[in-house]
Structures are given as structure tokens and as C-alpha cells.
Nanobody, 115 residues
Framework: QVQPVESGGGLVQPGGSLRLSCAAS????????VGWYRQAPGKQRELVAV???????VYADSAKGRFTVSRDNAKNTVALQMNSLKPEDTAVYYC?????????WGQGTQVTVSS
């Protein structure tokens, strides 16, 4: 069973930065797209950023200019660098690894932006 694992969450002050990581094994990682989603209390899960198998990245408007997604296929990891964090970025962040046939979700990592 493929189980992506997120790490790097925590508590940060407004304006600060965090770097999340998503690791997955048991698949040909380079052939999968990886998406980052988040879910704040009382809200629906929403897309933050996606990076395709070829490295093309797409961002939600809320992430553009502040977040950067990158992948290291040699390490089977995808990183989400989050800068200029705002209180409204507070949420559980999930990564999903997917191709045309299957998708796998991690358990999530909490990000709290607060002074």
C-alpha cells in the first residue's frame, strides 16, 4: 500500500516561512503528479499547488507569489516552500500522489500561522 507521508508543519508567526515535504515509496514516483491541498476548520479541502510528472507547477491564486512547489525524483519527495505566511494559511496540509489510474493521500500535517 502506497502511503504518502507529509512533514514540516508547525507553528509560525505571520510573515514567516515553512517548508513542507511529501515522501512516497513503492511507486515509480517520477511518473506521478503530486498535489498539495489544505483544509481549514469548517471549510472544504482546497487545492494549493500541483506539480506534474514533468515538473510543471500550477498554483491556486492564494498561493501564487508566496508558495513554490518542487520535486526531487531521486529522493521520491516533493517540497512546498511557503513564504510570507498569513493567518488564513492555517490548515491541515495534505499531499496526494496520483496518475491516470490511482491516487494516494497522506495523513496531513498541521500548519498554524499565529502570533
Amino acid at each position: 500500500q502506497v502511503q504518502p507521508v507529509e512533514s514540516g508543519g508547525g507553528l509560525v508567526q505571520p510573515g514567516g516561512s515553512l517548508r513542507l515535504s511529501c515522501a512516497a515509496s513503492g511507486i515509480i514516483f517520477s511518473s506521478y503528479a503530486v498535489g498539495w491541498y489544505r483544509q481549514a476548520p469548517g471549510k472544504q479541502r482546497e487545492l494549493v499547488a500541483v506539480i506534474g510528472s514533468g515538473g510543471t507547477a500550477v498554483y491556486a491564486d492564494s498561493a501564487k507569489g508566496r508558495f513554490t512547489v518542487s520535486r526531487d525524483n531521486a529522493k521520491n519527495t516533493v517540497a512546498l516552500q511557503m513564504n510570507s505566511l498569513k493567518p488564513e494559511d492555517t490548515a491541515v496540509y495534505y499531499c496526494t500522489v496520483r496518475n491516470n489510474y490511482s491516487s494516494y493521500w497522506g495523513q496531513g500535517t498541521q500548519v498554524t500561522v499565529s502570533s
